[in-house]
C-alpha cells in the first residue's frame, strides 16, 4: 500500500522556468509534509516543509502548496537552476501519540532535469 | 543541523555473512532512524533506534535480521544479518535534533552482496 505517490518518474524543465512536482497521498492521519532532494551518493537533503494547519510555505525560490482536501501537495521551484537537477522525494508523518513525527513514509521520487 | 558520518560508506559482502554500520552525529539527538533504499525504490523506515532500551521495528523487519544498538545519544549501529542478494540497498541513517523535526539524513550506505 503505497500511502504517499509520486506518479511522475521524471521531469525536463529549461533554466529559469518554473519546475512543478507533485505529490499525493492517501493516509488522512499524516499532518507534516516535507520535501527532499537527493544527488547521486550522497542522503536525501531536507528542502522545505509544511504543516497541515497551513496550506503554503515559502522559502526563497521554493514553495510548497498542500491542498488537504484533494490530498495533494506540489513543490514550485522558479527560476529553476542546473543545480537543482537531483530526485525529489516527498515524504509525510504524523505525531501519532505524540511521537514527535518519528516515521516519514517517502514517495518514489522523481527526476529532475534542469537544462541550462 | 546535526552532522552525521555513516561507515562504512560502501561495501562488497558475501552472501550469508553479516556486516555492522555505524552512525555518528556530532551533537546529542533526541531521535534515530535507520532506512533502506532498495534499487529504483523509496526510503523505507526499518526501525527507530532507542537510546537505553530497545530498537523499535517497523513491519516487515525484525531484530534477528536487523539488530540495532544506541548506546548513546549520539551513536548507532545496524548490522545486516546473514546477507543474502536482496539485502543489496542503500542504508541511511537520521536523526532528529534537539529542536525537532526536519530529520537530517547521513550519506548512507551502499551494500551489495554477492
Known amino acids: 500500500d503505497q500511502q504517499v505517490k509520486q506518479n511522475s518518474p521524471s521531469l525536463s524543465v529549461q533554466e529559469g522556468r518554473i519546475s512543478i512536482l507533485n505529490c499525493d497521498y492517501t493516509n488522512s492521519m499524516f499532518d507534516y509534509f516535507l520535501w527532499y532532494k537527493k544527488y547521486p551518493a550522497e542522503g536525501p537533503t531536507f528542502l522545505i516543509s509544511?504543516?497541515?494547519?497551513?496550506d503554503k510555505n515559502e522559502d526563497g525560490r521554493f514553495t510548497v502548496f498542500l491542498n488537504k482536501s484533494a490530498k495533494h501537495l506540489s513543490l514550485h521551484i522558479v527560476p529553476s537552476q542546473p543545480g537543482d537537477s537531483a530526485v525529489y522525494f516527498c515524504?509525510?508523518?504524523?505525531?501519532?501519540?505524540?511521537?514527535?513525527?518519528?516515521?516519514?513514509?517517502f514517495g518514489q521520487g522523481t527526476i529532475l532535469t534542469v537544462h541550462p | 543541523s546535526a552532522v552525521i558520518s555513516q561507515k562504512p560508506s560502501r561495501d562488497i559482502c558475501q552472501r550469508g555473512t553479516s556486516l555492522t554500520i555505524q552512525c555518528q552525529v556530532d551533537s546529542q539527538v533526541t531521535m534515530m532512524f535507520w532506512y533502506r533504499q532498495q534499487p529504483g525504490q523509496s526510503l523505507t523506515l526499518i526501525a527507530t533506534a532507542n537510546q537505553g532500551s530497545e530498537a523499535t521495528y517497523e513491519s516487515g523487519f525484525v531484530i534477528d535480521k536487523f539488530p540495532i544498538s544506541r548506546p548513546n545519544l549520539t551513536f548507532s549501529t545496524l548490522t545486516v544479518s546473514n546477507m543474502s542478494p536482496e539485502d543489496s540497498s542503500i542504508y541511511l541513517c537520521?536523526?532528529?535534533?534537539?529542536?525537532?523535526?526536519?530529520?537530517?539524513f547521513g550519506d548512507g550506505t551502499r551494500l551489495s552482496i554477492l
Open positions: 509544511i504543516s497541515s494547519i497551513k
Open positions: 537520521s536523526v532528529i535534533g534537539q529542536g525537532g523535526q526536519p530529520q537530517h
Open positions: 515524504a509525510a508523518t504524523d505525531n501519532a501519540g505524540g511521537t514527535s513525527y518519528g516515521k516519514l513514509t
